[in-house]
C-alpha cells in the first residue's frame, strides 16, 4: 500500500473532530508527513465547532485566505494549475445541497478524497467536483514513496 493510500485509511480511522481531524486538519498532516512542516501549527485545538472554525479561521466564507496563508506562507508550498497525486487543494462540492469548499488530497486521475463528517473518507471521483479553487503541490510521487 503506497504512503498515499495508507493516509487515506488513516483518514478512515479517525472521527471528524473541528479543530483536531477536520477537513483541513487531516490535509495538513499529509503536508507535514511529506514535506515535515506543519502548515496548521498555529491552528491546531483553536476551534471546536463549525463557529469558532468560521470565526477562528475565517475558511466557511474565504477558505483561500487561510489555505493560502498555510500553504505558501507557512509551508513554503507552490500552486499548481494541474494538481496530481498527493497534491492538495480546495475543491468545491456539493454538501447538503449547497455548494461548499472543502480541503481535500488530490488522487491523481481516480480524483480527490476528503474528510466526511458522514463517511469517514470520502473519495470523489472528477465528475462530482464542481471545481478546484486552488492547489499545491506537495512533491509526494507514489513511485519515490513506495
Request: overall charge neutral.
Amino acid at each position: 500500500m503506497t504512503p498515499l493510500y495508507a493516509e487515506l485509511h488513516r483518514w478512515a480511522s479517525l472521527p471528524f473532530l473541528w479543530g483536531e481531524s477536520d477537513c483541513c486538519l487531516v490535509v495538513c498532516d499529509w503536508v507535514e508527513r511529506v514535506t515535515g512542516i506543519d502548515p496548521a501549527r498555529d491552528l491546531r485545538m483553536t476551534y471546536d465547532s463549525a463557529g469558532s472554525c468560521q470565526r477562528e479561521t475565517g475558511f466557511l466564507r474565504d477558505p483561500l485566505r487561510i489555505t493560502t496563508q498555510c500553504m505558501e506562507g507557512i509551508a513554503g508550498l507552490a500552486r499548481t494549475a494541474a494538481p496530481v497525486a498527493g497534491d492538495v487543494g480546495v475543491i468545491k462540492i456539493l454538501l447538503e445541497g449547497q455548494v461548499r469548499p472543502v480541503a481535500a488530497l488530490c488522487l491523481g486521475p481516480a480524483g480527490w478524497a476528503v474528510k466526511s463528517i458522514q463517511r469517514g473518507t470520502t473519495t470523489l471521483a472528477p465528475s462530482h467536483v464542481i471545481g478546484v479553487m486552488r492547489a499545491w503541490s506537495v512533491g509526494y510521487s507514489a513511485g519515490s514513496h513506495a
